[in-house]
Each structure stands twice: as structure tokens, then as C-alpha cells.
């Protein structure tokens, strides 16, 4: 064995380690709560583990995939030839990153989710099936198994909404499971269309990507087969109209899944995009990204002003979400090497700091049983360290320098007037509508007269602080030593097709 | 050289048959649930002499049936389906009166042996014969419970309606037989071949009263009218019976019949199919959405299903020979994910039935509380049925699309796609009313039987096992497709 392969057991152990914990949890009786916080808290523990040492081990002057494992899953038989379904993980640069951000989420997650009482022991089976599916799609190197762990990542949210949520939960539950699935109707059927035009008897993912790029999936069929592709994981990605899942769902989510699918989930859709899209689909990409530079750029603008008229704090990162994500959609639609190394650093980015709000929304939601902004004020006085948590959140969206959210953003404005100044400057102006929404927040909540009625709530427990400084602490690495995330994204970007230097 | 050794497996289940029924004859006092594990047993061997005869050369018995991996394929399916669905009726029938236990029991097996017969077939009037015998099993079956009403009128409606389809498919057998001249399958696609090119009208109109008569025995739209009614007043173990092992039959026969028989006229019928799966799978879809019933549910997405293999017969009809074996593949590997999730689904609802006698779907209300594993075995089967990863369906439905997707049906493909979008609505209804409610009245856990829970067990890790891990199925399924697509065999069947 040699040690990039013995390295891909690290791989294989993201996915598996949740998927065995899920199973000792099923056998677990439901009446041993402690037993099932602290099992879930070292699984935290060590998915983050596992993630950072898979980041840091990727050789950013290496091969482009590292970390190889291939198990043969069936093969020559019927449609299927060689290497007909394989159980392939690999690491590229991007995965690297987004494999940091859901280990930190995840934990931090773990963490947040120690207060539930409600059969604590079924949410935390479905949490690990779900990050289980996430860490497999990052990684997953097959066609097949993409779109197994993909599917796998959405398929617990019905029930985590619908049982441990709060407001509207079976609405938004419901709304959401059927958006999501509804996007993952158009890439089954993408993925069908491609197996027939490439006709090669695999879901092997490199083997297809060059199938897509020498021209045996026709360019017609491209352009015919991107848009499904585009707009089914568009949709996990709050992808403009088909954004609104999103606050629905955000609103009615518990804390935890708010985070991880905020956090991590929502990368999905756009982790897709590259990876079926700008990857599998080279000239469909190059045909159809100007449409998907439109619709980004109207999320980015249309979710910073709908933040901007809500009330309920949930509903204002739900919706600035998919102000952020535009962003995302914005800089993977530039097809220039700094603009798509934008959009995967904002993905990083957003996921740690969108997590930080809805852990922090949690921490009082908890206590205070409201989440509408009209009723705080002075929060200031009487929870400093929430406040403090919550600004830094706040301050990092804006992407103010320093923060995560500037390296990000800075990447995806400079990318984009390159190509498409107008919208460049669009997003500029929704960036400045960010600052406007959460300066709104800041005053009449952290600050401002104190309403009495709130001056019994408890600043964050021990837990919640060793959550939220982690996800704080990787904002701020990534405001200002960024080069480690920069070279391992670069690294992968320079080499997608069609992408411009 | 009449070779009557190739029936073994079927004397065994025969047998048993008879065994079961004289002992109930001649031992009223007998205990009834023995005679459930003795079923099981009898399936048990039967599946048994059925592994002995893989992996052998196809041999022609009078060129009426062939032995050949196909047939075995669904000889073992139709063992495993009647060992499931006795374990499955030991405890619901007792508490049902004035049944007669080894008349069903014994049916059971019957229809068991009939699904190999038509899969066996190779000449119109065995295939004819052996669908019959299989129907009218079901039309007793579906009755058997003959103080309750419900379970009367859906014999009845089973039985008119059926005896109408039967004389739509003979019409068309002696339509076909007129234009060919023989009744052997080998036969007529030689005579199709040879003929002419062009349309005759008097083949198109047999096949098409062929294609109306399978598509009501498997219960495809607009011949699907059936099916709600007699699923609901069947008791519930025959209700799962009718949905696995009927349909199975049917598409055994239609497979065998269509990629040998009237190959060489794909032209006439393939879009036909096309139309028939797009049509059967919308409309089972569509209605399954306003059920409240159980049963009902159940009949209506099973109806979508079908509507998703059907796709298969059109695949064969619009490409080569390796088309069809590729479609063919997914086809019967869809078909044991299918059957596997069916049977785990029936298992659990039936222990459910059998403790809140309730069959509607808010029946179901706090199933999570007061017995979690059911509630966990209904929702692994109805997601393995939308085609949710880690289940059954999420591998076993990928092959049946991807094998059948050519360049003409792709647009049904999407449209499937579309529709296992839709199921995933009603099945989320009816987890919603397991997970999101609490029990209504006594809210303690109950116990399940050990047998059925067994059995549920068995099921869901066979569920897991197919979503996980499709490799042996499907080599297994490409293993018994084959011969269909081998044209040694097609040799063989000629020669008597």
C-alpha cells in the first residue's frame, strides 16, 4: 500500500466513521442521553480532526487528485464496462477546502446541539447520515456515488425540520425536501443523458470529464445538458428564482441543521456546478454561464434587500444567504482563474460565518423563544459575549478586511469586472446593502435602549463559546494569512477547462 | 425425449400444495399456523432444487417451455416471494374467520409455480395457460375472506374484469396465430421475418389486444381499474402477493414474448409501450397523491412503477440486441429491489394492521412512538420506492433507466425521473403522519410478533444491502437476461 492510498483511508473514514456512529446510535437505547451527546461530540471531534489533516497533507505541487481509493463496485456487466461503478475518492484542492469548512461546521454543530432533549438520539443519527453524504460528495470521484451521497445529504432534512424545528416546520420541512429533490430530478436525468452520450461503460468522473472535454459528449448535447445540471444543483445552492427554500426552510430548521446547511449543504449545489458543470460540461459552460452571471448577480442583489426588510434574525440570514451565494454563482460564472478561486473561498467563507449567525440566533432563540429584531434592544449590556460573537459574524459578511469575507469577496469583484464589469458593479452595491442590513441589526439589537423584559437572559454557555471561537478562529486565519486556501483552490481552478489565467 | 425432469422444482412446490390442502381436508383440528411454516418450508425447497438449476445449458421441454437462466431468475423469485408471504399471513390469518387456511396456502404455491411457467414459455398457448392458472389463483386469493364484503366485491370486479382481459389476449393469440401459422414463439418470428415489410393490419391488431391483455394483468393504465379496488379488499398479505409476484409474472411473460416472438415487428408495438409507460406512470402517480388508504396508496404507486418497467419493453423494441440486454438487466434488477422493498413494506404493515386494525394512512399517526422499528421499516421501504440512496431503489432505479435510455426514449426517461419526484410527496405524507404526530389513545409500545419482526429485519437489510452494495444482484440480473439476447439459444428453442 502505498502512502497516498494508505491517506485515502483517511478519506474513506469522513464517510464512514458517521455512518458507523449513526449505526451504534440506532442500538443505543434512546434513554441514555449523555452517552449519546458525548459519542456525538468526539465524532465531532474527530471529523474535524480528520478534516484539517486531509487539508493540510494536500500537496499544493503534487498531482491534482490525491488521496486515491478505488473499490471496484460492479463492472462489465450489461451497460457497465470497466470500471463501470467504483467506489473512487480523491482530494483536488477545492474539496480540500470545503472538507475543512464541514469537519468545522460539523463539530461545531455537534456542540451546539448538546441542549436537545427531544429523542437527542434520532437527531443525531440523521445529522450523521447527512454529513456523511456531504463529506462523500466532496470527495466522490464517481459519477454514481456523487449523486448517492448527494442525495443522501438531503435526504434527512425532511425529518430534522419536520421533528426538531421550530416555526412552520412541516411547511418549510416539506418546501424544502421538495425543492431539493425537485433539483436532483434534473440531475438524474443529466446523468442519464451523459452516460448515454458518452457512451464509455463508466461513471468513473475523470474518465467522463474527458469524455466532456475531447468532444465525445457532442457540444450540442453539452449546451442541451448543462442547464439541468446547472439548475438541480442550483437549487441546493439558492440559485435565483429557485432560492426560496432557503429563508422557508432556515426559519423553521433547528440550530444545528441551520448551521450545517447553511454552513456546508448549500456548497453542495455550487460544489456541483464545477464539478458537473464547469468539469463535465465544458462547452455547455462556456454557453450558459452569462445566464448564470444574470441570475447569481439578481440573487446578490434581491437577497440583500429582502434581508433588508425582515425582521426575524432568521429570516435575514436566510436571505442574505442567497445574497452570498450569488456571490458564489457570480464568480464560478466569470470563468477566470481569480473569479472561481473567489467563489470557492466565499463558499469557506460563508459556511463558517453563516454558521456563526445561526449559532448565535440559537443561543437566544433558546432562551428568549422569539426571533423577531423589533423586540430586543441593548442586548449590549446584557449578553457582551453574544454581542461580540454576533459582530464579528456580521462584520465578516459585510467583508470588512481581516475577515474571511473580504479575501472572498475581494476575489469574486476583481474576477468579475474582468469580464463583466456591470455586474462587478452590482455587486459591489449589494455588498454595500450587506453593511446597511447588518448595521440595521447592530443597532436596535446589540444596542439602543434596553428592553427590561430581556435583562434575565444568559450569555453563551461554555459550549456554544468553544464553537463559536473555532468558527471565529477560521474566519479570521482566512482574513489574514489566506496564501494556504488560496493555493490549494488555485491549484485545481488553473487546471479546469476552459477557465481563463 | 420428453425431458419431465426439468419440472422438479415445480412437483416439490406442487407437493406441498397438495400436501397442505389434504392436511386441512382430512386434519380439520390441525393448527393452522403450521401449515404456514410447512409452506414456507415447501417454498424453501423449491428455492432450493431452483438454485440446482442455474448455471445449466437452456434445454427445451417439446419446444413448449425452456429452462434457462431467465426461468430460473423467476422460479427462485416466485420461491422467495410465496416463503415471505406465508411467514408473512401466519399470524393475520388467524385472526381472520371463516378462511380456509390450506386453500391458501396452498394458491400460494399454485401461483408460484404458474409465474415460472410463464416465464418458461415458449409457445402461445402454455404462456396462455399458465397465465390462467396464476389468475385464478388470485381471484381466490383476493376472496378468501369470505364474510367481509370488501373482499367479495373485489373478486368479483377482479374476476369479470379479468376474464375480459383473457379474452382480449386469446383474441389476439388467434389473431397472431392466424397471420402466422404457428403458435411457437421461434415460429412466429421467423414467419414475421420472412413476410413482407409493411404494416399488416391483422398482426397490429393482435398484438395490440396482446399488448391491452398483459397490461391488464399488470395492471398498467388505462387497464389499471382494477387494481385499487381488488388491492383493497384483499387481505393484506395478498395484497403484498398481488403486487410482487403478479406483476413479476406478468413482465416475465411480456419479456420473453417480445424480445423473441415479435421482435422482428418492434416497429408495430414499440411505441405503444413507449405511450403505455408514459400514460401508467403519470396517472398511478397522480392519483396515489388523493389516497388515504393504505392499500389504495400502495396500489396506485405500484401502478407507477409499472409504468417505470414498461419503459423497458419499449427500449427493446427501439434498439439492437444489446440494448435489450442492458434494459433487460435493469429491468430485473429493478424488479428484486422492488420486490425485496413491497415485501419489507407488507411485513411491517401488516404487524401495524394487526395491532391498530386500522388500513388508512392516519392509521399510522405516532407509529415512531409506539413502535419504532415498524415506523423505520415503512420509511426505508417507502424511500427505497422514491429512490432515495442507501436504499433498494436508489441503485435498482438508476440501472432500470439507465439500460433503457436510448436516443427515443429518453423523454420518458425525464418523465419517470419527473415521476419518482412526485411518489416522494405522498410517501413523505405518510412518514409525516408516523414521525410528526403523536399516537392517538394508548401511546405505550407494543410488541411486534417475532416472526414478522424477523422478517421485517430480514427485509430492511436486504433493502440496505441492494441500495449499498447492487453488484451481485445486478450481475445476477444480466446473468438471467441473457439468454433472451443469446442467439444460440434462439437456435435451440427452434429443435424440439
Known amino acids: 500500500m502505498t502512502f497516498d492510498e494508505g491517506q485515502g483511508y483517511v478519506v474513506l473514514a469522513t464517510i464512514a466513521v458517521p455512518l458507523l456512529v449513526a449505526l451504534i446510535l440506532i442500538f443505543t437505547p434512546g434513554t441514555q442521553k449523555m452517552a449519546v451527546r458525548y459519542l456525538s461530540a468526539v465524532t465531532g471531534a474527530i471529523l474535524a480532526a480528520l478534516s484539517i489533516y486531509i487539508f493540510v497533507a494536500y500537496q499544493v505541487d503534487g498531482e491534482q487528485a490525491q488521496m486515491n481509493l478505488r473499490w471496484t463496485w460492479v463492472e462489465n456487466t450489461a451497460f457497465l464496462g470497466e470500471n463501470g461503478i467504483a467506489l473512487r475518492l480523491a482530494v483536488d484542492g477545492i474539496s480540500a477546502l ?97 452516460f448515454h452520450q458518452a457512451n464509455i461503460g463508466t461513471f468513473d468522473l475523470p474518465s467522463l470529464w474527458a469524455a466532456g472535454q475531447n468532444g465525445t459528449i457532442s457540444p450540442t448535447a453539452q449546451k442541451v445538458i448543462f442547464p439541468l445540471m446547472a439548475v438541480g444543483c442550483g437549487v441546493l445552492a439558492a ?161 470588512l478586511p481581516g475577515f474571511s469575507g473580504f479575501t472572498a469577496e475581494f476575489h469574486i469583484f476583481v474576477g468579475t469586472f474582468r469580464t463583466y464589469p456591470v455586474f462587478g458593479a452590482l455587486a459591489i452595491f449589494a455588498a454595500a446593502l450587506a453593511a446597511a442590513y447588518m448595521l440595521r441589526m447592530f443597532a436596535t439589537v446589540f444596542f439602543g435602549p434596553t428592553n427590561p423584559h430581556w435583562k434575565d437572559l444568559k450569555d453563551l454557555t461554555p459550549l456554544e463559546r468553544l464553537s463559536g471561537a473555532m468558527l471565529i478562529a477560521s474566519i479570521v486565519i482566512m482574513g489574514v494569512w489566506w496564501a494556504p486556501f488560496i493555493d490549494r483552490v488555485g491549484h485545481t481552478v488553473t487546471l479546469l477547462p476552459g477557465v481563463t489565467g | 425425449m420428453r425431458d419431465y425432469a426439468l419440472f422438479v422444482p415445480e412437483y416439490i412446490a406442487c407437493g406441498v400444495a397438495l400436501l397442505v390442502i389434504a392436511i386441512e381436508l382430512f386434519a380439520p383440528k390441525f393448527r393452522k399456523d403450521v401449515l404456514a411454516y410447512l409452506t414456507a418450508l415447501g417454498a424453501l425447497a423449491w428455492f432450493g432444487a431452483g438454485l440446482a438449476f442455474l448455471d445449466r445449458d437452456p434445454k427445451s421441454y417439446q419446444g413448449l417451455f425452456l429452462s434457462d437462466d431467465f426461468t430460473s ?211 398511478g402517480n397522480l392519483i396515489a397523491i388523493q389516497q388515504k388508504n393504505l392499500k389504495r396508496l400502495v396500489a396506485y404507486s405500484s401502478i407507477g412503477q409499472v409504468g417505470y418497467m414498461l419503459i423497458t419493453i419499449a427500449a427493446l423494441g427501439y434498439g439492437d440486441a444489446q440494448v435489450g440486454l442492458n434494459a433487460t438487466s435493469g429491468l430485473l434488477v429493478h424488479l428484486i429491489g422492488y420486490i425485496v422493498t413491497t415485501l419489507a413494506l407488507f411485513s411491517a404493515l401488516t404487524a401495524a394492521v394487526n395491532r391498530t386494525g386500522s388500513e388508512e394512512i392516519v392509521g399510522l399517526r405516532g407509529l415512531a412512538e409506539t413502535q419504532p422499528f415498524l415506523a423505520l421499516v415503512i420509511t426505508a421501504s417507502l424511500f427505497s420506492f422514491a429512490g432515495l440512496p442507501f436504499f433498494a431503489g436508489f441503485a435498482t432505479k438508476l440501472f432500470l433507466f439507465q439500460g433503457a435510455t436510448t436516443d427515443e426514449t429518453i423523454w420518458v426517461i425525464a418523465l419517470a425521473v419527473l415521476n419518482s419526484f412526485i411518489s416522494l410527496y405522498y410517501y413523505l405524507m405518510v412518514i409525516r403522519q408516523m414521525y410528526l404526530f403523536d399516537p392517538v389513545g394508548d401511546a405505550s409500545r407494543f410488541r411486534v410478533q417475532p416472526v414478522v419482526w424477523g422478517l421485517a429485519a430480514v427485509l430492511l437489510v436486504g433493502i440496505l444491502f441492494i441500495g449499498m452494495y447492487p453488484g451481485p444482484a445486478f450481475e445476477f440480473s444480466e446473468q438471467a437476461a441473457r439468454p433472451l439476447f443469446d442467439a444460440a439459444s434462439a437456435a435451440r428453442v427452434q429443435a424440439p
Not at chain 1, 454543530?109 to 454529513?131: C, H, M, P, T, V
Not at chain 1, 472561481?340 to 428568549?368: E, N, P, R
Open chain 1, 98 to 194: 470545503l472538507a475543512l469548512l464541514t469537519g468545522i461546521v460539523a463539530f461545531a454543530g455537534a456542540l451546539a446541539s448538546w441542549k436537545i432533549e427531544y429523542r437527542n438520539k434520532d437527531f443525531f443519527i440523521l445529522y450523521w447520515i447527512l454529513l456523511a453524504g456531504v463529506y462523500g460528495t466532496f470527495f466522490a470521484y464517481d459519477l454514481f456515488f456523487f449523486f448517492f451521497f448527494y442525495e443522501l445529504a438531503v435526504m434527512p432534512l425532511y425529518l430534522l425540520i419536520g421533528v426538531w424545528g421550530s416555526t412552520r416546520k412541516e411547511y418549510g420541512a416539506a418546501k424544502l425536501t421538495l425543492m431539493l429533490v425537485g433539483g436532483s430530478v434534473l440531475i438524474w436525468i443529466g446523468i442519464f443523458a451523459v
Open chain 1, 239 to 399: 440559485l435565483w428564482p429557485f432560492h426560496t427554500w432557503s429563508p422557508d426552510g432556515h426559519m423553521s430548521a433547528p440550530t444545528a441543521v441551520s448551521m450545517v446547511h447553511a454552513g456546508v449543504l448549500m456548497k453542495l449545489g455550487a460544489f456541483g456546478i464545477i464539478r458537473l458543470g464547469i468539469q463535465l460540461l465544458p462547452e455547455g459552460a462556456q454557453f450558459w454561464m452569462p445566464a448564470l452571471m444574470v441570475l447569481g448577480t439578481v440573487g446578490a442583489v434581491y437577497g440583500a434587500t429582502a434581508a433588508l426588510t425582515q425582521r426575524d434574525f432568521k429570516l435575514i440570514s436566510g436571505y442574505s444567504s442567497v445574497s452570498h451565494m450569488g456571490y458564489v454563482l457570480m464568480g464560478l460564472a466569470t470563468m477566470n482563474t481569480i473569479g472561481i478561486t473567489g467563489a470557492v473561498l466565499q463558499m469557506f467563507s460563508h459556511g463558517v460565518m453563516t454558521a456563526l449567525v445561526f449559532l448565535m440566533i440559537g443561543a437566544l432563540y433558546d432562551q428568549a423563544h422569539t426571533r423577531d429584531m423589533k423586540e430586543f434592544g441593548g442586548l449590549a449590556k446584557v449578553m457582551p459575549l453574544w454581542v461580540i460573537f454576533y459582530a464579528i459574524a456580521g462584520l465578516a459578511n459585510v467583508g
Open chain 2, 73 to 283: 431468475f423467476f422460479r427462485l423469485l416466485a420461491a422467495g416471494i410465496v416463503f415471505i408471504v406465508a411467514l408473512m399471513s401466519a399470524e393475520f390469518l388467524k385472526r381472520q374467520k371463516g378462511v380456509d387456511h390450506g386453500e391458501f396456502y396452498g394458491l400460494l404455491l399454485v401461483a408460484g409455480s404458474a409465474m415460472t411457467i410463464m416465464a418458461g414459455a415458449t409457445e402461445l398457448l402454455t404462456a396462455y395457460l399458465a397465465l390462467e392458472v396464476l389468475s385464478f389463483s388470485l381471484y381466490i386469493l383476493v376472496g378468501i375472506l369470505k364474510r367481509d364484503l370488501r373482499s367479495n366485491e373485489a373478486s368479483l370486479k377482479y374476476i369479470l374484469l379479468g376474464a375480459f382481459s383473457s379474452a382480449l389476449f386469446l383474441y389476439g393469440l388467434s389473431l397472431v396465430y392466424g397471420t402466422a401459422g404457428t403458435t411457437s414463439y421461434a415460429g412466429i418470428a421467423e414467419a414475421y421475418a420472412r413476410r413482407d415489410s409493411g404494416l399488416d393490419p391483422a398482426v397490429a391488431v393482435g398484438l395490440m389486444l396482446i399488448l391491452a391483455g398483459v397490461g391488464f394483468k399488470v395492471s398498467a393504465a388505462p387497464f389499471h381499474m382494477w387494481a385499487p379496488d381488488a388491492y383493497e379488499g384483499a387481505p393484506l398479505p395478498i395484497t403484498a402477493f398481488l403486487s410482487t409476484l403478479s406483476k413479476a409474472a406478468g413482465f416475465a411473460l411480456i419479456l420473453r414474448l417480445f424480445s423473441s416472438a415479435f421482435v422482428t415487428d418492434a416497429e408495430t408495438w414499440r411505441w405503444a409501450f413507449l405511450a403505455l409507460a408514459a400514460l401508467t406512470m403519470t396517472v
